[in-house]
Protein backbone atom coordinates (compact mmCIF):
# COMPACT_ATOMS: atom_id res chain seq x y z
CA UNK A 1 0.00 0.00 0.00
CA UNK A 2 1.32 3.62 -1.05
CA UNK A 3 1.01 6.22 2.21
CA UNK A 4 1.48 10.05 1.80
CA UNK A 5 3.00 11.24 4.44
CA UNK A 6 2.35 15.35 5.35
CA UNK A 7 4.40 16.58 8.61
CA UNK A 8 3.57 20.04 9.10
CA UNK A 9 -0.35 20.14 9.94
CA UNK A 10 0.16 24.11 9.62
CA UNK A 11 2.72 26.38 7.87
CA UNK A 12 2.47 30.54 8.02
CA UNK A 13 3.71 32.86 5.36
CA UNK A 14 3.66 36.95 5.01
CA UNK A 15 2.13 37.90 1.95
CA UNK A 16 4.79 38.08 -1.11
CA UNK A 17 6.77 35.85 0.99
CA UNK A 18 8.01 32.18 -0.52
CA UNK A 19 6.73 29.21 1.08
CA UNK A 20 7.72 25.48 1.14
CA UNK A 21 5.06 22.51 2.06
CA UNK A 22 6.39 19.37 2.60
CA UNK A 23 5.67 15.62 1.74
CA UNK A 24 7.37 12.13 1.43
CA UNK A 25 5.24 8.94 0.19
CA UNK A 26 6.27 5.50 0.13
CA UNK A 27 5.82 2.99 -2.74
CA UNK A 28 7.14 0.34 -4.49
CA UNK A 29 6.00 1.19 -7.75
CA UNK A 30 8.13 3.09 -10.52
CA UNK A 31 5.40 4.83 -12.53
CA UNK A 32 3.39 6.80 -10.28
CA UNK A 33 1.89 10.65 -10.58
CA UNK A 34 2.12 13.03 -7.55
CA UNK A 35 -0.71 15.93 -7.19
CA UNK A 36 -0.57 19.15 -4.80
CA UNK A 37 -4.63 19.78 -4.32
CA UNK A 38 -5.41 23.24 -2.95
CA UNK A 39 -8.87 22.88 -0.65
CA UNK A 40 -10.48 26.23 0.33
CA UNK A 41 -13.24 26.61 2.93
CA UNK A 42 -15.60 26.32 0.22
CA UNK A 43 -14.31 22.17 -0.25
CA UNK A 44 -13.34 22.13 -3.46
CA UNK A 45 -10.82 20.32 -4.51
CA UNK A 46 -8.51 22.18 -7.14
CA UNK A 47 -5.62 20.69 -8.92
CA UNK A 48 -2.42 22.83 -8.26
CA UNK A 49 0.23 21.06 -9.97
CA UNK A 50 0.70 17.40 -11.24
CA UNK A 51 4.47 15.72 -11.38
CA UNK A 52 4.74 12.24 -13.20
CA UNK A 53 7.40 10.14 -11.74
CA UNK A 54 9.38 9.64 -15.27
CA UNK A 55 9.81 12.90 -15.77
CA UNK A 56 13.13 14.30 -14.01
CA UNK A 57 12.42 17.85 -14.75
CA UNK A 58 10.40 19.70 -11.90
CA UNK A 59 7.13 20.77 -12.61
CA UNK A 60 5.87 24.38 -12.72
CA UNK A 61 2.96 26.64 -13.05
CA UNK A 62 3.31 30.12 -12.48
CA UNK A 63 3.82 30.80 -8.71
CA UNK A 64 4.29 27.15 -7.50
CA UNK A 65 6.99 24.33 -8.05
CA UNK A 66 7.59 21.05 -6.99
CA UNK A 67 10.66 19.91 -5.79
CA UNK A 68 10.58 16.20 -6.48
CA UNK A 69 13.14 14.13 -5.37
CA UNK A 70 12.48 10.22 -6.55
CA UNK A 71 14.82 8.41 -4.67
CA UNK A 72 14.06 10.26 -1.56
CA UNK A 73 10.54 9.80 -1.99
CA UNK A 74 9.61 13.48 -1.39
CA UNK A 75 7.80 15.85 -3.00
CA UNK A 76 7.89 19.24 -2.03
CA UNK A 77 5.42 22.04 -3.08
CA UNK A 78 7.05 26.26 -3.25
CA UNK A 79 4.90 28.75 -3.80
CA UNK A 80 6.36 32.30 -4.16
CA UNK A 81 5.15 35.70 -4.06
CA UNK A 82 1.81 34.07 -1.54
CA UNK A 83 -1.61 35.70 -1.88
CA UNK A 84 -3.85 36.04 0.45
CA UNK A 85 -5.63 33.98 -1.74
CA UNK A 86 -3.68 31.32 -1.49
CA UNK A 87 -4.97 30.79 1.68
CA UNK A 88 -6.12 27.27 1.95
CA UNK A 89 -5.77 23.43 3.10
CA UNK A 90 -3.19 21.75 0.88
CA UNK A 91 -3.05 17.87 0.02
CA UNK A 92 -0.17 15.97 -1.47
CA UNK A 93 -1.29 12.85 -3.15
CA UNK A 94 -0.33 9.70 -5.39
CA UNK A 95 -1.66 7.63 -7.92
CA UNK A 96 0.43 4.77 -9.36
CA UNK A 97 -1.16 1.56 -10.67
CA UNK A 98 -4.19 1.62 -8.98
CA UNK A 99 -7.24 4.48 -9.71
CA UNK A 100 -7.78 5.75 -6.45
CA UNK A 101 -6.06 8.79 -5.14
CA UNK A 102 -4.14 8.33 -1.69
CA UNK A 103 -4.17 11.53 0.33
CA UNK A 104 -1.66 12.95 2.98
CA UNK A 105 -3.32 14.43 6.06
CA UNK A 106 -2.79 17.79 4.92
CA UNK A 107 -1.35 21.54 5.91
CA UNK A 108 -2.96 24.51 6.48
CA UNK A 109 -1.72 27.14 5.05
CA UNK A 110 -1.99 30.66 6.60
CA UNK A 111 -1.01 34.32 4.61
CA UNK A 112 -0.86 37.19 6.70
CA UNK A 113 -0.79 40.84 5.12
CA UNK B 1 -18.46 23.42 -19.77
CA UNK B 2 -19.48 22.40 -16.62
CA UNK B 3 -18.20 20.61 -13.88
CA UNK B 4 -18.98 17.99 -11.33
CA UNK B 5 -21.75 19.27 -9.34
CA UNK B 6 -22.98 17.52 -5.94
CA UNK B 7 -26.13 17.65 -4.08
CA UNK B 8 -26.90 18.38 -1.89
CA UNK B 9 -24.40 20.54 -0.51
CA UNK B 10 -25.41 20.20 3.20
CA UNK B 11 -27.64 17.49 4.51
CA UNK B 12 -28.39 17.22 8.48
CA UNK B 13 -29.77 13.09 9.34
CA UNK B 14 -30.74 12.12 12.18
CA UNK B 15 -28.86 9.07 13.80
CA UNK B 16 -30.68 6.26 11.97
CA UNK B 17 -32.33 7.89 9.34
CA UNK B 18 -31.35 6.90 5.43
CA UNK B 19 -29.44 9.52 2.91
CA UNK B 20 -28.78 9.75 -0.38
CA UNK B 21 -26.04 11.60 -1.81
CA UNK B 22 -25.80 12.67 -5.82
CA UNK B 23 -22.99 12.95 -8.10
CA UNK B 24 -23.04 14.49 -11.49
CA UNK B 25 -19.96 14.09 -13.13
CA UNK B 26 -18.70 15.75 -16.34
CA UNK B 27 -20.29 14.95 -19.42
CA UNK B 28 -18.03 12.37 -21.31
CA UNK B 29 -16.56 11.18 -18.06
CA UNK B 30 -17.16 7.24 -18.16
CA UNK B 31 -14.90 6.96 -14.13
CA UNK B 32 -16.56 8.03 -11.01
CA UNK B 33 -15.06 8.05 -7.63
CA UNK B 34 -16.18 8.65 -4.46
CA UNK B 35 -14.27 9.41 -1.44
CA UNK B 36 -15.16 10.44 2.46
CA UNK B 37 -13.36 13.25 3.65
CA UNK B 38 -13.70 13.40 8.05
CA UNK B 39 -12.63 16.46 9.96
CA UNK B 40 -9.31 17.53 10.03
CA UNK B 41 -8.33 14.29 7.57
CA UNK B 42 -7.49 13.66 3.44
CA UNK B 43 -10.09 12.02 1.57
CA UNK B 44 -9.96 8.46 1.13
CA UNK B 45 -11.44 6.45 -1.18
CA UNK B 46 -15.23 4.70 -0.96
CA UNK B 47 -15.74 3.34 -4.30
CA UNK B 48 -14.91 3.66 -8.15
CA UNK B 49 -17.12 3.14 -10.91
CA UNK B 50 -16.46 2.51 -14.80
CA UNK B 51 -19.62 3.65 -16.75
CA UNK B 52 -22.33 1.56 -14.72
CA UNK B 53 -20.18 -1.16 -13.37
CA UNK B 54 -18.43 -1.18 -9.94
CA UNK B 55 -15.63 -2.03 -9.85
CA UNK B 56 -14.53 -1.17 -6.90
CA UNK B 57 -16.05 -0.92 -3.32
CA UNK B 58 -13.38 -2.14 -1.12
CA UNK B 59 -13.36 1.60 0.60
CA UNK B 60 -16.85 1.43 1.72
CA UNK B 61 -16.84 1.53 5.68
CA UNK B 62 -19.63 -0.51 5.81
CA UNK B 63 -22.43 -2.57 4.23
CA UNK B 64 -24.51 0.19 5.84
CA UNK B 65 -23.01 2.13 2.17
CA UNK B 66 -24.11 1.52 -1.07
CA UNK B 67 -23.43 2.81 -4.32
CA UNK B 68 -25.02 3.21 -7.71
CA UNK B 69 -24.55 4.43 -11.13
CA UNK B 70 -27.31 2.61 -13.06
CA UNK B 71 -27.30 4.03 -16.31
CA UNK B 72 -23.63 5.62 -16.86
CA UNK B 73 -23.86 8.94 -15.92
CA UNK B 74 -25.43 10.06 -12.11
CA UNK B 75 -24.19 8.35 -9.24
CA UNK B 76 -26.01 7.94 -6.04
CA UNK B 77 -24.23 7.16 -2.39
CA UNK B 78 -26.81 5.97 -0.12
CA UNK B 79 -26.06 5.68 3.78
CA UNK B 80 -28.16 3.60 6.04
CA UNK B 81 -28.78 3.62 9.52
CA UNK B 82 -26.67 6.44 9.75
CA UNK B 83 -24.48 6.48 12.79
CA UNK B 84 -22.14 9.49 14.27
CA UNK B 85 -19.28 8.82 12.35
CA UNK B 86 -20.43 9.01 9.28
CA UNK B 87 -20.44 12.78 9.38
CA UNK B 88 -17.82 13.89 6.93
CA UNK B 89 -17.47 15.57 3.46
CA UNK B 90 -18.47 13.31 0.27
CA UNK B 91 -16.60 13.90 -2.14
CA UNK B 92 -17.33 12.87 -5.98
CA UNK B 93 -14.90 13.37 -8.87
CA UNK B 94 -14.70 12.01 -12.51
CA UNK B 95 -12.17 11.43 -15.16
CA UNK B 96 -11.72 10.01 -18.85
CA UNK B 97 -11.23 6.84 -19.18
CA UNK B 98 -7.56 5.55 -17.99
CA UNK B 99 -6.86 9.40 -17.07
CA UNK B 100 -7.20 8.49 -13.46
CA UNK B 101 -4.27 11.12 -13.23
CA UNK B 102 -7.07 13.86 -14.27
CA UNK B 103 -9.57 13.81 -11.72
CA UNK B 104 -12.03 16.21 -11.31
CA UNK B 105 -13.88 17.62 -7.72
CA UNK B 106 -17.09 18.21 -6.94
CA UNK B 107 -17.99 20.63 -3.96
CA UNK B 108 -18.26 17.85 -1.76
CA UNK B 109 -21.62 17.24 0.29
CA UNK B 110 -20.64 17.65 4.19
CA UNK B 111 -22.89 15.48 5.87
CA UNK B 112 -23.60 16.17 9.41
CA UNK B 113 -25.58 13.61 11.37
CA UNK B 114 -26.61 14.03 14.87
Known amino acids: AQTVTQSQPEMSVQEAETVTLSCTYD???????LFWYKQPPSRQMILVIR??????QNATENRFSVNFQKAAKSFSLKISDSQLGDAAMYFC??????????FGKGTSLLVTP | GAGVSQSPRYKVAKRGQDVALRCDPI?????LFWYQQALGQGPEFLTY????????KSGLPSDRFFAERPEGSVSTLKIQRTQQEDSAVYLC????????????FGPGTRLTVT
Open chain 1, 51 to 56: QEAYKQ
Open chain 1, 27 to 33: TSESDYY
Open chain 2, 49 to 56: FQNEAQLD
Open chain 2, 27 to 31: SGHVS
Open chain 2, 93 to 104: ASSRPGQYYEQY
Open chain 1, 93 to 102: AYVGSGYALN
